[in-house]
Protein backbone atom coordinates (compact mmCIF):
# COMPACT_ATOMS: atom_id res chain seq x y z
CA UNK A 1 0.00 0.00 0.00
CA UNK A 2 1.15 3.93 -1.34
CA UNK A 3 1.68 6.42 1.10
CA UNK A 4 -0.98 8.14 -0.25
CA UNK A 5 -3.60 5.07 0.04
CA UNK A 6 -2.52 4.67 3.62
CA UNK A 7 -3.50 8.59 4.42
CA UNK A 8 -6.76 8.02 2.84
CA UNK A 9 -7.70 5.19 4.45
CA UNK A 10 -6.72 6.91 7.82
CA UNK A 11 -8.54 9.95 6.67
CA UNK A 12 -11.68 8.20 6.30
CA UNK A 13 -11.33 6.08 9.62
CA UNK A 14 -11.27 9.77 11.42
CA UNK A 15 -13.97 10.56 9.34
CA UNK A 16 -15.98 7.48 10.35
CA UNK A 17 -15.68 7.75 13.93
CA UNK A 18 -16.55 11.44 13.36
CA UNK A 19 -19.80 10.36 11.98
CA UNK A 20 -20.25 7.60 14.45
CA UNK A 21 -20.21 9.90 17.54
CA UNK A 22 -22.17 12.36 15.64
CA UNK A 23 -24.89 10.33 14.41
CA UNK A 24 -24.94 8.64 18.22
CA UNK A 25 -25.88 9.92 21.43
CA UNK A 26 -26.71 8.03 24.88
CA UNK A 27 -29.28 9.03 27.49
CA UNK A 28 -28.60 7.70 30.73
CA UNK A 29 -30.87 7.70 33.64
CA UNK A 30 -29.91 11.12 35.07
CA UNK A 31 -31.01 13.03 31.85
CA UNK A 32 -33.62 13.49 29.41
CA UNK A 33 -33.29 15.14 25.67
CA UNK A 34 -34.69 16.94 23.00
CA UNK A 35 -33.74 16.53 19.28
CA UNK A 36 -33.93 19.43 16.78
CA UNK A 37 -33.48 19.31 13.35
CA UNK A 38 -32.37 23.40 12.14
CA UNK A 39 -34.34 24.62 15.29
CA UNK A 40 -37.49 22.60 15.08
CA UNK A 41 -38.55 20.13 17.60
CA UNK A 42 -38.26 16.19 16.46
CA UNK A 43 -38.27 14.44 19.39
CA UNK A 44 -38.25 13.67 23.13
CA UNK A 45 -36.04 10.85 24.09
CA UNK A 46 -36.62 9.88 28.56
CA UNK A 47 -35.34 6.78 28.28
CA UNK A 48 -32.26 5.88 29.37
CA UNK A 49 -30.29 3.91 26.17
CA UNK A 50 -28.09 4.82 23.30
CA UNK A 51 -30.08 6.80 20.18
CA UNK A 52 -29.16 7.86 16.17
CA UNK A 53 -29.47 11.09 14.97
CA UNK A 54 -28.07 12.69 11.34
CA UNK A 55 -25.27 13.89 11.99
CA UNK A 56 -24.73 17.82 11.92
CA UNK A 57 -28.17 18.32 10.85
CA UNK A 58 -30.28 17.00 14.46
CA UNK A 59 -29.03 18.95 17.45
CA UNK A 60 -29.18 17.76 20.94
CA UNK A 61 -30.36 19.11 23.99
CA UNK A 62 -30.03 17.43 27.36
CA UNK A 63 -32.03 18.30 30.50
CA UNK A 64 -31.55 16.87 33.83
CA UNK A 65 -34.68 14.57 34.92
CA UNK A 66 -33.69 15.07 38.59
CA UNK A 67 -35.27 16.66 41.14
CA UNK A 68 -34.09 20.22 41.34
CA UNK A 69 -33.95 22.69 44.53
CA UNK A 70 -34.53 26.27 44.12
CA UNK A 71 -33.93 28.28 47.30
CA UNK A 72 -35.56 31.76 46.60
CA UNK A 73 -34.13 34.74 47.99
CA UNK A 74 -35.81 35.74 51.39
CA UNK A 75 -38.32 38.32 51.11
CA UNK A 76 -40.21 40.37 53.90
CA UNK A 77 -44.18 40.18 53.21
CA UNK A 78 -47.09 42.05 55.20
CA UNK A 79 -49.61 39.33 57.75
CA UNK A 80 -53.53 39.98 57.87
CA UNK A 81 -52.67 41.77 61.09
CA UNK A 82 -50.12 44.46 59.47
CA UNK A 83 -46.83 42.40 61.01
CA UNK A 84 -43.70 42.23 58.72
CA UNK A 85 -42.15 39.03 58.37
CA UNK A 86 -39.77 37.26 56.63
CA UNK A 87 -39.86 34.54 54.83
CA UNK A 88 -36.95 32.21 53.15
CA UNK A 89 -38.85 29.40 50.90
CA UNK A 90 -37.40 26.69 48.96
CA UNK A 91 -39.23 24.84 46.29
CA UNK A 92 -38.58 21.19 44.53
CA UNK A 93 -39.28 20.59 41.03
CA UNK A 94 -38.41 18.55 37.76
CA UNK A 95 -38.95 18.50 34.34
CA UNK A 96 -41.53 16.74 32.92
CA UNK A 97 -42.47 17.86 29.43
CA UNK A 98 -38.78 18.50 27.80
CA UNK A 99 -40.42 19.93 24.86
CA UNK A 100 -43.21 22.58 26.40
CA UNK A 101 -39.76 23.31 29.38
CA UNK A 102 -37.70 24.23 26.25
CA UNK A 103 -40.13 26.53 24.20
CA UNK A 104 -41.51 28.23 27.50
CA UNK A 105 -38.09 28.81 29.73
CA UNK A 106 -35.36 27.98 27.58
CA UNK A 107 -32.73 26.26 30.35
CA UNK A 108 -33.05 26.29 34.43
CA UNK A 109 -31.65 29.38 35.09
CA UNK A 110 -35.09 30.97 33.48
CA UNK A 111 -37.25 28.25 35.00
CA UNK A 112 -35.47 29.30 38.70
CA UNK A 113 -36.53 32.85 37.82
CA UNK A 114 -39.93 31.90 36.76
CA UNK A 115 -40.56 30.03 39.82
CA UNK A 116 -39.19 32.39 42.02
CA UNK A 117 -41.67 35.13 41.10
CA UNK A 118 -44.66 32.29 41.07
CA UNK A 119 -43.51 31.10 44.35
CA UNK A 120 -42.98 34.51 46.55
CA UNK A 121 -46.43 35.79 44.48
CA UNK A 122 -48.28 32.75 45.71
CA UNK A 123 -46.54 33.39 49.90
CA UNK A 124 -47.46 37.11 49.38
CA UNK A 125 -50.92 36.52 48.92
CA UNK A 126 -51.50 33.50 51.86
CA UNK A 127 -49.53 34.98 54.14
CA UNK A 128 -51.53 38.42 53.52
CA UNK A 129 -54.30 36.62 54.36
CA UNK A 130 -53.17 35.11 58.01
CA UNK A 131 -52.24 36.80 61.05
CA UNK A 132 -48.80 36.45 62.41
CA UNK A 133 -49.06 34.45 65.06
CA UNK A 134 -50.92 31.81 62.80
CA UNK A 135 -48.08 32.16 60.36
CA UNK A 136 -45.46 30.89 63.13
CA UNK A 137 -47.60 28.37 64.77
CA UNK A 138 -50.62 26.51 63.10
CA UNK A 139 -50.88 27.81 59.84
CA UNK A 140 -47.93 27.76 58.56
CA UNK A 141 -47.93 24.24 57.08
CA UNK A 142 -51.37 25.16 55.53
CA UNK A 143 -50.17 27.84 53.99
CA UNK A 144 -46.91 26.06 52.51
CA UNK A 145 -49.42 23.17 51.13
CA UNK A 146 -51.78 26.12 49.46
CA UNK A 147 -48.27 27.81 47.70
CA UNK A 148 -47.35 24.33 46.43
CA UNK A 149 -51.12 23.78 44.71
CA UNK A 150 -51.27 27.44 43.38
CA UNK A 151 -47.51 27.12 42.14
CA UNK A 152 -47.99 23.55 40.58
CA UNK A 153 -51.12 24.45 38.81
CA UNK A 154 -48.80 27.82 37.41
CA UNK A 155 -45.65 25.54 36.63
CA UNK A 156 -47.72 23.18 34.66
CA UNK A 157 -47.66 25.03 31.41
CA UNK A 158 -43.79 25.47 31.67
CA UNK A 159 -43.27 21.88 31.60
CA UNK A 160 -42.60 21.42 35.51
CA UNK A 161 -43.67 19.34 38.37
CA UNK A 162 -43.82 20.95 41.57
CA UNK A 163 -42.85 18.43 43.96
CA UNK A 164 -43.25 20.91 47.08
CA UNK A 165 -42.39 24.72 48.55
CA UNK A 166 -41.21 24.94 52.18
CA UNK A 167 -40.19 27.79 54.09
CA UNK A 168 -36.71 27.26 55.87
CA UNK A 169 -37.41 29.92 58.19
CA UNK A 170 -40.10 32.51 59.26
CA UNK A 171 -38.53 35.54 61.29
CA UNK A 172 -39.15 38.66 61.98
CA UNK A 173 -37.03 41.20 59.72
CA UNK A 174 -33.97 42.24 61.87
CA UNK A 175 -34.49 45.91 62.91
CA UNK A 176 -37.83 44.43 64.57
CA UNK A 177 -36.29 41.39 66.13
CA UNK A 178 -34.02 43.73 68.74
CA UNK A 179 -37.16 45.48 70.11
CA UNK A 180 -39.14 42.23 70.27
CA UNK A 181 -36.30 40.83 72.17
CA UNK A 182 -36.59 43.82 74.73
CA UNK A 183 -39.96 43.79 74.81
CA UNK A 184 -40.12 40.41 75.83
CA UNK A 185 -37.00 40.75 78.43
CA UNK A 186 -40.14 43.45 79.90
CA UNK A 187 -42.84 41.20 80.21
CA UNK A 188 -40.46 38.02 81.83
CA UNK A 189 -39.30 40.86 84.31
CA UNK A 190 -42.69 41.62 85.10
CA UNK A 191 -43.55 38.31 85.53
CA UNK A 192 -40.68 37.92 87.62
CA UNK A 193 -41.81 40.47 89.71
CA UNK A 194 -44.96 39.46 90.72
CA UNK A 195 -43.63 36.00 91.48
CA UNK A 196 -41.49 37.56 93.88
CA UNK A 197 -44.25 39.73 95.31
CA UNK A 198 -46.38 36.87 95.75
CA UNK A 199 -43.33 34.46 97.25
CA UNK A 200 -42.61 37.60 99.98
CA UNK A 201 -46.48 37.82 100.67
CA UNK A 202 -46.76 34.29 101.23
CA UNK A 203 -43.62 34.24 102.90
CA UNK A 204 -44.94 36.93 105.08
CA UNK A 205 -48.22 35.07 106.28
CA UNK A 206 -46.10 31.92 106.98
CA UNK A 207 -43.84 33.78 109.09
CA UNK A 208 -47.24 35.49 110.57
CA UNK A 209 -48.70 31.97 111.38
CA UNK A 210 -45.55 30.59 112.62
CA UNK A 211 -45.20 33.45 115.01
CA UNK A 212 -48.98 33.94 116.40
CA UNK A 213 -48.12 29.53 116.86
CA UNK A 214 -45.38 30.31 118.92
CA UNK A 215 -46.85 33.11 121.09
CA UNK A 216 -49.58 30.87 121.46
CA UNK A 217 -47.12 27.90 122.81
CA UNK A 218 -45.41 30.43 124.87
CA UNK A 219 -48.62 31.45 126.54
CA UNK A 220 -50.03 28.05 127.08
CA UNK A 221 -46.77 26.86 128.46
CA UNK A 222 -46.48 29.94 130.65
CA UNK A 223 -50.34 29.27 131.84
CA UNK A 224 -48.96 25.86 132.47
CA UNK A 225 -46.02 26.61 134.12
CA UNK A 226 -47.72 29.00 136.35
CA UNK A 227 -50.15 26.83 137.35
CA UNK A 228 -47.97 24.11 138.33
CA UNK A 229 -46.24 26.61 140.42
CA UNK A 230 -49.17 27.64 141.89
CA UNK A 231 -49.82 23.75 142.74
CA UNK A 232 -46.61 23.14 144.15
CA UNK A 233 -46.60 26.09 146.25
CA UNK A 234 -50.34 25.18 147.63
CA UNK A 235 -48.72 21.87 148.44
CA UNK A 236 -45.74 23.68 149.68
CA UNK A 237 -47.88 25.70 151.92
CA UNK A 238 -49.86 22.54 153.10
CA UNK A 239 -47.09 20.55 153.89
CA UNK A 240 -45.74 23.55 156.19
CA UNK A 241 -49.22 24.30 157.56
CA UNK A 242 -49.32 20.62 158.56
CA UNK A 243 -46.01 20.45 159.67
CA UNK A 244 -46.29 23.73 161.86
CA UNK A 245 -49.70 22.24 163.56
CA UNK A 246 -48.22 19.37 164.54
CA UNK A 247 -45.17 21.08 166.51
CA UNK A 248 -45.07 24.87 165.82
CA UNK A 249 -41.31 25.00 167.68
CA UNK A 250 -39.77 22.62 165.41
CA UNK A 251 -41.45 23.75 162.88
CA UNK A 252 -39.95 27.50 163.67
CA UNK A 253 -36.26 25.83 164.41
CA UNK A 254 -36.10 24.29 160.62
CA UNK A 255 -36.75 27.57 159.24
CA UNK A 256 -34.85 29.44 161.21
CA UNK A 257 -32.13 27.18 160.02
CA UNK A 258 -33.13 27.58 156.46
CA UNK A 259 -33.13 31.48 157.33
CA UNK A 260 -29.43 31.07 158.62
CA UNK A 261 -28.39 29.03 155.45
CA UNK A 262 -29.48 31.60 153.14
CA UNK A 263 -28.41 35.04 154.96
CA UNK A 264 -25.26 33.75 156.72
CA UNK A 265 -22.31 32.90 154.50
CA UNK A 266 -18.54 32.75 154.80
CA UNK A 267 -18.03 36.32 154.96
CA UNK A 268 -21.20 37.18 155.90
CA UNK A 269 -21.29 40.18 158.98
CA UNK A 270 -24.20 41.59 160.05
CA UNK A 271 -25.09 43.98 162.97
CA UNK A 272 -27.81 42.62 165.16
CA UNK A 273 -29.47 43.31 168.48
CA UNK A 274 -28.67 40.45 171.27
CA UNK A 275 -32.60 40.77 171.51
CA UNK A 276 -33.02 40.32 167.57
CA UNK A 277 -35.60 36.91 167.10
CA UNK A 278 -33.23 35.48 164.32
CA UNK A 279 -30.10 35.19 166.88
CA UNK A 280 -32.87 33.64 169.44
CA UNK A 281 -31.44 29.91 168.90
CA UNK A 282 -27.71 31.04 168.54
CA UNK A 283 -28.03 32.79 171.94
CA UNK A 284 -29.32 29.08 174.17
CA UNK A 285 -28.02 25.42 173.39
CA UNK A 286 -31.44 24.63 174.02
CA UNK A 287 -34.52 26.03 172.63
CA UNK A 288 -37.60 27.23 174.82
CA UNK A 289 -39.60 24.06 175.12
CA UNK A 290 -37.00 22.09 176.38
CA UNK A 291 -35.56 19.93 173.64
CA UNK A 292 -32.51 19.31 171.59
CA UNK A 293 -33.15 19.80 167.70
Same mark, same amino acid.
Given at each position: ?????????????????????????????????????????????????????????????????????????PTENLTLDKK??????????????????????????????????????????????????NVINRDREVI????????????????????????????????????????????????????????????????? +?? !????? &????? #? %? =?????? @?????????????????? +?? !????? &????? #? %? =?????? @???????????????????????????
Amino acid at each position: MSRAAGTTVLVLLIAGFVLIQEALYIVDERNQAIVTQVGAFIRVDQNPGPYLKIPFYHSVIYFDRRIIVNDTAPTENLTLDKKRIVVDPITRWRIIDPFTFYITVRDESGARARLDDLVLSAMRDEIGKTDFVNVINRDREVIEESVTRRVAERASAFGIQIIDVRSKRADLPPEVQASVFARMVAERGQVSKRYRSEGDEESAKIRA +DA !EKERT &IILAR #A %Y =EQAQRL @RGDGDASAAGIYAEAFDQ +DP !EFYAF &IRSLQ #A %Y =ERVLGD @RSMMVLSTDSDLLRYLRSARPTSGRTP
